[in-house]
Nanobody, 125 residues
Framework: QVQLVESGGGLVQAGGSLKLSCAAS????????LGWFRQAPGKEREFVAS????????LYADSVKGRFTISKDNAKNAVYLQMNNLKVEDTAVYSC??????????????????WGRGTQVTVSS
């Protein structure tokens, strides 16, 4: 059974930090692009960050650039999102997703085939 399971969400004050993790089971992510997306209440799911298959290239949404860092651990079949200087507008459900093999970072939802169920991140003022 293919599963992407996110963890690390929670409640944090503005200016704080959280690190999200996404562990894959039943599917390998070693040769795949991975991404993080988020969805706030009443809004569409939006791209946050992506990393290519070997971790050498990353892509970020303008809204998180300089504050968030995506990383990948192929040995652990996992991807992470370090979030610093969090803002109230970062509040959302964050989901990880697996994209194509041996390609660069991707920002379009249509490039991703497997999705996790998400973890809630709430930033208070």
């Amino acid at each position: 059974q293919v599963q992407l399971v996110e963890s690390g969400g929670g409640l944090v004050q503005a200016g704080g930090s959280l690190k999200l993790s996404c562990a894959a089971s039943g599917v390998t992510v070693i040769r795949h692009t991975l991404g993080w997306f988020r969805q706030a209440p009443g809004k569409e799911r939006e791209f946050v960050a992506s990393i290519n298959w070997d971790g050498s290239s990353t892509l970020y949404a303008d809204s998180v650039k300089g504050r968030f860092t995506i990383s990948k651990d192929n040995a652990k079949n996992a991807v992470y999102l370090q979030m610093n200087n969090l803002k109230v507008e970062d509040t959302a459900v964050y989901s990880c997703a697996r994209g194509p093999q041996m390609r660069g970072p991707k920002s379009s939802r249509s490039d991703y085939t497997y999705w996790g169920r998400g973890t809630q991140v709430t930033v208070s003022s």
